[in-house]
């Protein structure tokens, strides 16, 4: 079942280094922030691909940066959980490659629903320059932008009373322009990608081993945790509730490029993988 590739901590290699990795990037990230005012996140986190901000080598170090102490606890505690059996029983070579590639799917499946967001917002705000009045500014911001609904209620209240004037029209397209560029501009970070591919491949992998739930602390089946825990995510992303700054997507782009991968490796028994 599983053979003994362990490191003298008890870990096999690669899970190892990914921990020790993502720990330092995570002291790093906070150091070079307090020390010398260097943004590591801005430099290595993932962007949409017209940002100004954005670099390919980003698609990489994303997996290693992280947004707070939590953020990067769960990642770590799930890669050691689910990462550890699954190292030493494929081997070093093999798992690594597997999670570089669920890793990078996942940002590749993010940037590609990135990319469908940013199209769709920006034929919205196209379609309203073509008739723009206060109402249908106040409708477009209420369906897109709805944290800022009550912000706009003095100006659009303004703009009705003083409906000719056509420097309203402009200030509503330097809004939606800002919006396009924070948008644009956010960055996506963290190891979770990957690791939803982990938690994929350990549920195909031993499908029957019983893991016990902390909340509500019950036993579950890996491979029924894994279908229920997909299943909120993919409720996750479609629903998009304002305010939900998780990268649902790339986590279910994990699990995908995860599945496909498994699923090609299936039967070819490669050898040289240890």
Do not use: C
């Amino acid at each position: 079942m599983f053979n003994n590739r362990s490191s003298a901590f008890g870990l096999p290699p690669v899970v190892k280094n990914l921990l020790l990795l993502n720990v330092l990037f995570f002291l790093g990230t906070m150091i070079a922030e307090s020390t010398w005012h260097i943004d590591l996140t801005r430099i290595l986190g993932l962007h949409y691909f017209e940002s100004p901000y954005f670099r390919p080598w980003q698609y990489i170090t994303y997996m290693f940066m992280h947004g707070g102490f939590m953020h990067i606890f769960f990642n770590m505690y799930a890669l050691w959980m689910f990462g550890k059996a699954l190292e030493l029983h494929w081997g070093p070579k093999r798992f690594l490659i597997y999670y570089f590639v669920t890793g990078v799917g996942a940002a590749v499946l993010h940037t590609f629903v990135n990319w469908w967001s940013v199209s769709h917002l920006q034929a919205a705000i196209d379609m309203y320059m073509n008739t723009p009045s206060p109402d249908t500014f106040a409708t477009l911001v209420k369906d897109q932008f709805p944290q800022y609904s009550d912000a706009i209620v003095d100006f659009v209240r303004d703009w009705n009373k003083n409906i000719a004037d056509k420097g309203f029209i402009v200030e509503t397209q330097k809004f939606f322009d800002a919006r396009i560029l924070e948008h644009i501009n956010i960055p996506t970070v963290g190891a979770s990608g990957a690791v939803f591919g982990v938690l994929l491949a350990f549920g195909m992998t031993f499908p029957e081993t019983q893991l016990m739930l902390l909340i509500p602390p019950i036993p579950i089946k890996a491979k029924y945790f894994v279908i229920i825990y997909g299943g909120i995510e993919f409720y996750s992303a479609v629903m998009n509730q304002p305010g939900d700054n998780v990268a649902h997507f790339a986590h279910l782009g994990g699990m995908l490029f995860g599945f496909i991968l498994i699923k090609y490796w299936k039967g070819k028994q490669p050898s040289g993988w240890s």
